[in-house]
């Protein structure tokens, strides 16, 4: 069995998903950023959740 992470995007806990310097978001998170149109509100909002990783990895 597959060891669950807490995603770092709805906070839950999955075992499917992508690691990002040392984070995790699930696959359905990382789908929505995928998908999610430029302009919607909820894309400033995950790239300011990666931005704030992105941050803490090179710091
Ligand atoms: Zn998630």
């Known amino acids: 069995m597959e060891e669950a992470h807490t995603c770092i995007v709805c906070n839950e806990r999955k075992q499917e998903g992508i690691r990002i310097w040392n984070q995790f978001i699930c696959l359905s ?3 929505e950023i995928v998908q999610t149109d430029v302009d919607d509100d909820r894309y ?3 790239i ?5 990783i ?4 090179i710091s």
């Open 48 to 52: 300011e959740r990666m931005k704030r």
């Open 54 to 57: 992105w941050l803490e990895a």
């Open 44 to 46: 400033a909002y995950y």
């Open 29 to 31: 998170c990382e789908r």
